[in-house]
């Protein structure tokens, strides 16, 4: 299937489309629509490209085979805590955790964790929805550059356009991916 022919259909209408017939290419296109904001969950927490993509794959696995069992009613939320408790579980397996996590441990307040948590949600989900708002060039090198980790050469030759036009593309779309943040903030700020 297509992903660009099923780009009008809802998550929600994907999810009830696979619950009716149990097609996991409906699935397949609903996890492609997430799989870079996926990946960089799992960058923010592994610190390890090759373990991200591997946890990626890892997580679609376990989506697909936990959505066939019982029915999820918030899909991007469920999709999140499957990704970050995959994430932890690979720390509890080699029995460290991250610093970053020791030390939210151990200097904050419970409230003050599921509120840091929540704020990041909240600001990887405005992300995602500013990268898909970017055009497809300023897309393209952006999730090369910053996702991918790939230099501005390799972002140049992967896509074909200059070395200038893979910096302007990327310095514009860092740009509008903020200015579309920092007005989601005000918005939230009001509420």
């Not at 550059?145 to 230099?151: M, V």
Request: proline share 2%; with cysteine; aromatic share 10%.
């Amino acid at each position: 299937m297509n992903e660009d022919r099923y780009q009008h259909i809802s998550e929600q209408e994907l999810l009830n489309r696979f619950y009716i017939d149990h097609n996991k290419e409906w699935l397949g296109i609903l996890l492609q629509r997430y799989t870079l904001l996926l990946l960089g969950v799992c960058m923010k927490y592994l610190k390890n490209e090759e373990a991200a993509r591997d946890a990626v794959q890892q997580i679609f696995l376990k989506v697909i085979s936990e959505l066939g069992k019982y029915k999820v009613d918030y899909f991007k939320s469920w999709l999140f805590m499957i990704a970050k408790n995959h994430c932890l579980m690979q720390f509890r397996d080699k029995n460290r955790l991250p610093m970053e996590l020791n030390e939210q441990v151990l200097l904050q307040p419970e409230n003050d964790k599921i509120n840091e948590i929540k704020e990041k949600e909240k600001l990887l989900d405005w992300m995602h929805e500013g990268l898909q708002n970017l055009g497809p060039e300023q897309k393209q090198c952006v999730t090369l550059f910053y996702l991918e980790k790939k230099s501005y050469q390799q972002v140049a030759q992967e896509t074909g356009y200059s070395l200038l036009q893979v910096k302007s593309f990327i310095q514009n779309g860092k740009r509008n991916l903020k200015m579309m943040i920092e007005r989601k903030l005000g918005q939230n700020e009001k509420q």
